[in-house]
């Protein structure tokens, strides 16, 4: 096997196989469950505040301690979604760009499936209804079709 030949193909393996684990890794780890444990940031922040209130009231003054605003959590769900749509397209782009350019077909091909089954995985229940709307019209049009022979 020419491995120049058919390095777009390649790449568009490489894209699917990233695709589709990014696209079934969150169904494997299932939900990440939240903890109580605090991060570093939020436990010195704690700190911090209480030393200053301990401070002020021994003192006798009066200062009002603004809270330190959490960090926002990393939503890694939306960041598997998004990366497995966008490796899933680029791998199907990627096996339409070998095909064409009449790379070995059985690479072309696992490209484009490999992309698709990530987008599939992604977006299932958008697939089923796809699918389903197709074969209702695919239904409705050999009826229309079958008449006129």
Partial sequence: MDYKKNAV???GIA??????FTAVWPAWIGEVSQSDNR????SAADKEKSFWE??????GSEKNVEPISEPTAIDWKKIFKITATFGGFLAVVLGILSFSSREDIRISGS??????WAIAV???????????LAFIISLVLSKLHAGTD
């Fill in 9 to 11: 193909g390649l790449a």
């Fill in 15 to 20: 894209a699917g196989i990233i695709a589709i």
């Fill in 39 to 42: 991060t570093m940031v939020q």
């Fill in 54 to 59: 301990s401070f002020f009231s021994k003192t």
């Fill in 111 to 116: 490209a484009i499936v490999l992309g698709s």
């Fill in 122 to 132: 992604d977006h299932l229940i958008m697939v089923i209804v796809a699918i389903g």
